[in-house]
């Protein structure tokens, strides 16, 4: 499975872009898909999942509210929906799989695949 992250950019605070993630290779829809960020100087964290049952979602707190995750399957892609992005939003977002079916893991160590990152830079 590849992963390709886009979307990132510098937006305002306040902005709302929406990441997308598109994978190839096989059984997508199968695969649970997070987002995660990191920001300089710190660990990787954990922002949001969606499982591979529709509708079944699950955000830091942080972010509650703010993003939405979504998927296409058809399209094999899955979406980050940002809005009112704060400054300590600031970070590289990356996209990732989790090949264990049913999991609803926020830890990354269970995640398999992983796209390469884009930056999303909020100013204020």
């Known amino acids: 499975v590849q992963l390709q992250a886009s979307g990132g950019g510098l937006v305002q605070a306040g902005g709302s872009p929406k990441l997308s993630c598109v994978a190839s290779?096989?059984?997508?829809?199968?695969?649970?898909m997070g987002w995660f960020r990191q920001a300089p100087g710190n660990e990787r964290e954990f922002v949001a999942l969606?499982?591979?049952?529709?509708?079944?979602?699950d955000y830091t707190d942080s972010v509650k509210g703010r993003f939405t995750i979504s998927r296409d399957n058809a399209k094999n892609t899955v979406y980050l929906q940002m809005n009112s992005l704060k400054p300590e939003d600031t970070a590289v977002y990356y996209c990732?799989?989790?090949?264990?079916?049913?999991?609803?893991?926020?830890?990354?160590?269970?995640?398999?695949?992983w796209g390469q990152g884009t930056q999303v830079t909020v100013s204020s």
């Open positions: 969606i499982t591979n049952t529709p509708g079944s979602t």
């Open positions: 990732a799989a989790d090949t264990t079916l049913f999991s609803r893991s926020r830890r990354a160590r269970e995640y398999d695949y």
């Open positions: 290779g096989p059984i997508f829809s199968n695969y649970p």
